[in-house]
């Protein structure tokens, strides 16, 4: 069964700062997709970033990057030049393996609270 | 960019009646979408899956009995909790996969009550 575990439940960095949120996970897989989604207030799921397994490369969304290290499982976010509207919660998301039939099934880590203070 | 509509937002209903979410993609078809329900500061929690043309799936302990799914078309699927009571008050938000790609989009969720 695949897990993902994030061990931070809360995380505060400061405005213009860098904060980095963890995530481990689990899978048996080689190929597949892994996930940062953002919470913010209003609850709408938004996408942050998209890392493929099979890329050695670590994904970047402007301020945001990923280290992503497919032996350790891990798959840390990084947030660069921190604004307030960044503040959320934070899920990181494994889909299942790349074709599976049970692709899609969204597996979520138990999310992180990012606070951000001007 | 793709998006999923959630109805209502927000609903207050009394215990033991009926209520029912719908979920649709405005601008996709999704032969697939798929129901979680959560719980105030904590992760989502997968409940079904809505399949166009046949029967949801449920994940284990999930009362297939309370939780009716029906995915009447390829744009729509919608969730009846019967008999509501208190303990079923959560937020309850549908995703579907966007073809050819794979991220889910996410509905607004819809928050919902029991009196």
């Known amino acids: 069964a695949q897990t993902v575990t994030q061990s931070q439940p809360e995380m505060s960095v400061q405005e213009a700062e860098t904060v980095t949120l963890s995530c481990t996970y689990d899978?048996?897989?080689?190929?597949?997709?892994l996930f940062w989604y953002k919470q913010p207030p209003s609850r709408q799921m938004i996408l942050v970033i998209r890392?493929?397994?099979?890329?050695?490369q670590n994904a970047t969304e402007n301020r945001f990057s990923v280290n992503f290290q497919k032996a350790a499982k891990s798959f840390s976010l990084k947030i660069s030049d921190s604004q307030l509207g960044d503040a959320a919660m934070y899920f990181c998301?494994?889909?299942?393996?790349?074709?599976?039939?049970?692709?899609?099934?969204?597996?979520f880590g138990q999310g992180t609270i990012l606070t951000v203070h001007p | 960019g793709a998006v999923v509509s959630q109805h209502p937002s927000w609903v207050i209903c009394k215990s033991g009646t009926s209520v029912k979410i719908e979920c649709r993609s405005l601008?996709?078809?999704?032969?697939?979408m798929f129901w979680y329900r959560q719980f105030p500061k904590q992760s989502l929690m997968l409940m079904a899956t809505?399949?166009?043309?046949?029967?949801?799936?449920?994940e284990q302990g999930v009362e297939k009995d309370k939780f009716l799914i029906n995915h009447a078309s390829l744009t729509l699927s919608t969730l009846t909790v019967t008999s509501a009571h208190p303990e079923d008050s959560s937020f309850y938000i549908c995703?579907?996969?966007?073809?050819?790609?794979?991220?889910?989009?996410f509905g607004p969720g819809t928050r919902l009550t029991v009196t």
């Open positions: 601008d996709f078809q999704a032969t697939t």
């Open positions: 890392q493929e397994a099979y890329k050695q």
């Open positions: 998301a494994y889909p299942g393996n790349a074709g599976g039939t049970s692709y899609g099934k969204l597996t």
């Open positions: 809505s399949n166009e043309g046949s029967k949801a799936t449920y």
């Open positions: 899978t048996s897989e080689s190929d597949y997709y």
């Open positions: 995703s579907a996969p966007g073809q050819g790609t794979y991220e889910q989009y």
